[in-house]
């Protein structure tokens, strides 16, 4: 079953994602939407990760794409009607027929993920009569609440990522290189399980740790470095997002004590993350304690995101996001300092967010592990 389709549990009903999408925007039969966005494809069509379009209304689900994914669309997205691009009908006529056929005078359409050249001529092939108008960010809004279903697979996903991390540790030692650790990371999660990565792996050592989002590169680990990991796995289309700093040899105490800083900051932050919450508040929170602890300008990052379908969802844990957290938001609590020219610490969780508290769904050791 794929993570969104429609299902009971517990006597509930849970719609399909198509389902839900009708709802929300209150479909009539002369109204339907074309979606492009690969991540907005994959969630309506229940698990398609091909190319092309997928229009929805409430006649019709299609997948418009062409020979390359047809069979697969087919068996991916099997309530769904493929159609095939071909010589001189290509996505734009189908649609343009799609519509004509159903009378369609309203078609909703990602004007925020098309180009302009690509958004005129889907408007040239529907006709003037067909109102095009702004999808806009309904479809996200729509994931922010993971299912039942969804969370599950997600929580495998954070699953594999710890269990990579702990097989891993037994292998960093001075000499390796960022690039060698980050090859042993990324193979790891696929032996674990991983589909695929949720996106490229950072490792940071030393005077790298500084950077947030440090390309794994040449410099050999040594002895007293800080190693910043960041990775995540996917799978059944869904990520997940851990960080962990550990330590190589003794750390001078300046580390132990921006260790001690951001995995303070980081429990007080979990603690805190509830339904009801905003998420600048959230935020709020580990900044002042860093800044507290003297280390002002040094946490320059939002302090966490949402995880599905993408890696970086809404809502955002920031300083701008003003956003009421809600049970079944999956978001991401990780402070950090960095400290150029010396190095950083970075510590990241994804966590569930319930009605009274939250669920971290990564759980491997957080105390300051020394190798």
Known sequence: ??????????????????????????????????????SNMFYLTEGYTGEGLVYISEASRVIITDFRYTEQAERQAPDFRVEMIGKGRNHNKILAELVKAEAITELRVETNYLSVDDFEALRGAVGEEVSCVPLNKVLQQLRQIKTPNEIVVIRKACDITSEAFNAILPKIQPGMTEKELQIELDFTMLRLGADELAFDTIIASGEN????????????????????????????????????TVALGQPSD?????????????????????????????DKLARDYIDARGYAGRFGHGLGHSVGIDIHEDPRLSQTCNDILQAGHVVTVEPGIYLPGIGGVRIEDT?????NGCVPLTTA??????L
């Open 209 to 244: 740790g500084s950077l947030c989002h440090a390309i794994p590169g040449s410099r050999t680990l040594k002895n007293g470095d800080m190693i910043t990991m960041d990775f995540g796995a996917k799978v059944g289309g869904y990520c997940s997002d851990m960080t962990r």
């Open 365 to 370: 050791d957080k105390q300051l592990i020394i």
């Open 351 to 355: 966590c569930l967010v319930k009605e």
């Open 1 to 38: 079953m794929c993570p969104h389709k429609g299902y009971i549990r517990k006597g509930v009903i849970f719609l399909t994602a198509s389902e839900r999408l009708i709802n929300q925007l209150r479909l009539g039969p002369k109204a339907a939407v074309a979606v492009h966005d690969p």
């Open 254 to 282: 300046e580390m132990r004590k921006v260790y001690e800083t951001v995995l303070r900051a980081q429990s007080m932050c979990e603690d805190a993350l509830m339904a009801g919450k905003t998420c600048s508040d959230i």
